[in-house]
């Protein structure tokens, strides 16, 4: 390493801002180079004497008296509470609340039941399986028109009577399990319509 | 166990001014060292000594962590810019004006006092006059290190330069004080000897 190297790592060593390595490498510099340890001298007593040579002096005693003045003031001025970075600090806290109560409230509210799973119900209720397989392969579309197709077809093979306009059928947001009233039907008992024919 | 100087700060933010006054206390020597060395004019140094502790008081929330006199000096440093350049607009403090002199040193007195005249015999004097006539940069390097103890990495974060540059600037102006002192050194060595 060159000396001018070497004096840059000296001038760091004072302030302990050489690592471990360097440090090593300066001090093996040092035993091998008269020169790097005359600088390395020369500079401490110009830094020793200048340190206690320059001068010092004091802030006059009203320079003191107005800097206390002032801080008092401004501490009496305004509740320290609402610096600004309290402030900011706060509208952080807002948002981050605002945020969690939104995302927490989004995930709870009510989903919409869709077509297909309307469907499902209903074919459950009427215990269809065959319907209830069509209404999975179907739903992955979830196209109402084929639905209510399948509707109708469940409904008057175990039974049911569709109205005359099965297109205009429409599906509620809830069903409930027991009571697939929501597609405005009329229901006939299987058996009883089996007896008829 | 000693209080260090965030929590000074704390208890100033909640209304302790006697904490601020611990503070300006500690640093007063190497702050006021630093400002006097740089201007050379004691009644501007006053001023700048209370403008730094007044935008202390005001920006309180922006000091974080890290060495307080390192952010005083930072503070102390801006200030002395906004002076110069408020005379001068649109200088820097190493640029060259009327007769190669920089606004740094243009800021000095050119012409020593007659008492100063008398004591140029003394080494102190001799040290004092050597710093003075460094280049501004130079100077504010060995001053914030000699005066203000900052470390290398802070003098440079203050200047806006790399550590390199703050290393060299140290380096130049040690050594033109070495070239100065140079027929001093006897002296030099009798004083750090005895």
């Given amino acids: 390493m060159n000396c001018e190297k070497i004096q840059q790592q000296i001038l760091l060593n004072q302030t302990g801002e050489l690592s471990g390595q360097e440090f090593e490498t300066l001090c093996n510099h040092l035993v091998e180079c008269e020169k790097c340890r005359k600088y390395r001298d020369d500079i401490e007593k110009v830094m020793s004497v200048a340190r206690t040579s320059l001068p010092a002096g004091e802030p006059g005693a009203a320079v003191m008296a ?88 469940l409904l008057l093979m175990e039974g049911f009577i569709v109205e005359e306009h099965p297109a205009e059928i429409e599906f509620s947001d809830a069903v409930d399990e027991r009571q697939p009233t929501a597609l405005q039907l009329h229901s006939i008992d299987a058996f009883e319509l089996q007896r008829c024919v | 166990m000693e209080v260090t100087d965030k929590e000074l700060l704390i208890r100033y933010r909640r209304g302790q001014v006697d904490a601020l006054e611990a503070l300006i206390e500690k640093y007063r020597r190497p702050l006021f060292g630093f400002i006097i060395n740089m201007i050379q004019g004691r009644d501007e140094a006053d001023e700048i000594f209370q403008e730094v502790w007044l935008r202390v008081i005001r920006k309180h929330v922006k000091y974080k962590h890290g060495n307080f006199c390192g952010w005083l000096v930072r503070i102390a440093h801006n200030v002395i810019i906004d002076r110069i350049r408020r005379r001068k607009p649109e200088l820097s403090l190493d640029e060259e004006h009327e007769e190669g002199l920089s606004l740094g040193q243009m800021m000095q007195s050119n012409e020593p006092e007659p008492a100063t005249r008398m004591a140029l015999q003394d080494l102190s004097v001799r040290i004092n006059e050597a710093v003075n006539v460094l280049p501004a940069e130079q100077k504010e390097v060995f001053l914030m290190r000699v005066q203000a103890e900052l470390s290398f990495s802070e003098i440079a974060r203050i200047q806006k330069v790399s550590i390199n540059t703050a290393l060299a600037r140290m380096q130049y102006a040690l050594g033109k004080m070495r070239t100065i002192l140079s027929k001093d050194y006897r002296e030099l060595n009798e004083k750090f000897d005895s």
């Fill in chain 1, 66 to 153: 107005g800097i206390l003045a002032a801080a008092r003031e401004e501490s009496n001025r305004k509740p320290l509470f609402f610096t600004p970075a309290y402030m900011q600090w706060a509208a952080c806290a807002a948002a981050a609340v605002f945020i969690i109560c939104g995302t927490a409230l989004w995930s709870f509210r009510e989903k919409p039941v869709s077509a297909a799973s309307q469907m499902s119900t209903i074919a459950m209720a009427v215990g269809s399986e065959e319907v209830l397989h069509a209404i999975s392969q179907s739903g992955k579309t979830e196209k109402d028109q084929e639905l209510q197709s399948l509707a109708s077809q």
